[in-house]
């Protein structure tokens, strides 16, 4: 017998997931986006503090880390943390 997912259970494995993902990745960022597995603009957008437009954008240069499904862009959030900290250390190093 499958046993169905509730939002509260889904969002209860994904921040045990994402737990052992904290000490790689710094606690503002972790923190502040979503815990959602796969992000859409919207959520990317109020993320960077960005408009949704400059997301869209950003992705079809392949700026950001993305995926096209459809009409919709869709954000891994593992790909969006590494490629957070990566613009983040490339600052702080020079």
Known sequence: ????????TAS????ASTASTA?????PA???LPEEEVLDCEHVAAWL??????VRFWARL????AVRIGKRWKFPRRALLAW???RAAA????
């Open 23 to 27: 000490s790689t990745t710094s606690e």
């Open 12 to 15: 209860t494995a994904s921040t």
């Open 91 to 94: 600052h702080v190093h020079g």
């Open 84 to 86: 957070f900290e990566q």
């Open 1 to 8: 017998m499958k046993t169905k997912m509730t939002h509260s």
């Open 49 to 54: 503090g960005v408009p949704v437009t400059t």
């Open 62 to 65: 392949r700026r950001l880390p």
């Open 30 to 32: 972790q923190n502040l």
